[in-house]
């Protein structure tokens, strides 16, 4: 038993010094799929754009779905989320238009405002992301429900500031939205959404000038 115990013990011993380390490959080899579901989400998000400038909307809506769930979780993930969005915006736009029934899954408009909201949850920092986020609550007409919801909740997350000042800018109170922008902007100077909202300030001021 005693002899046994020791070959065994040599042999573990020996595969250690001889055979290539499995974590090091096993860590190399995930990189590299990381990669490569990476690239293809890409490939899909690209086909999806070019389906949706071709006015192509549900095969644009079938290549942004694909590249959504060959790379879910990134920070990237947000941008096809985004573009899936605009798909369901325009669709939404001409459910309005033709006075179509809005309800359930069929309404676009819910399906754009989900998809803006999961591209936040991806990456806040982008604000483009919010500013069609507003565009879905206003194609639903939740602009009043959803500004007191966010200035109410400015607490829990500073970020709620960003969409209830868009809000309130197309509400015509461009002084209360620039004022919550510009106090965002002071308290947080360095993240990297502030130099967007800095010109997104500087153009709500200017528009404001002009309504003079």
Request: hydrophobic share 40%.
């Amino acid at each position: 038993m005693k002899l046994r115990f020791k070959l065994l013990l040599i042999l573990i011993i020996f595969l250690c010094f001889t055979v290539p380390s499995c974590k090091a490959d096993l860590h190399q080899a995930s990189i590299v799929s990381t990669i490569k579901a990476q690239n293809a989400a890409q490939r899909h998000n690209n086909l999806g754009t070019m389906y949706f400038h071709e006015k192509d909307y549900f095969a644009a809506i079938k290549e942004y779905r694909i590249a959504i769930g060959i790379n879910p979780d990134s920070q990237t993930t947000g941008s096809y989320f985004n573009n899936l969005g605009k798909v369901y915006l325009v669709l939404g736009e001409i459910q309005v238009r033709n006075g179509l029934p809005l309800q359930g899954w069929d309404d676009f408009s819910i399906m754009a405002q989900i998809s803006f909201e999961e591209a936040i949850l991806k990456d806040c920092m982008k604000l483009e992301y919010y500013q069609n986020l507003v565009k879905a609550y206003e194609l639903r007409g939740l602009m009043e429900f959803k500004k007191d919801y966010f200035l109410n909740n400015r607490d829990k997350n500073p970020f709620n500031v960003i969409p209830a000042a868009i809000i309130l800018e197309k509400q015509g109170k461009v002084e209360y939205a620039n004022m919550l922008l510009d106090n965002f902007i002071t308290e947080n100077p360095d993240i990297i959404i502030t130099r967007d909202l800095k010109k997104l300030l500087k153009e709500n001021t200017e528009k404001h000038r002009e309504n003079l």
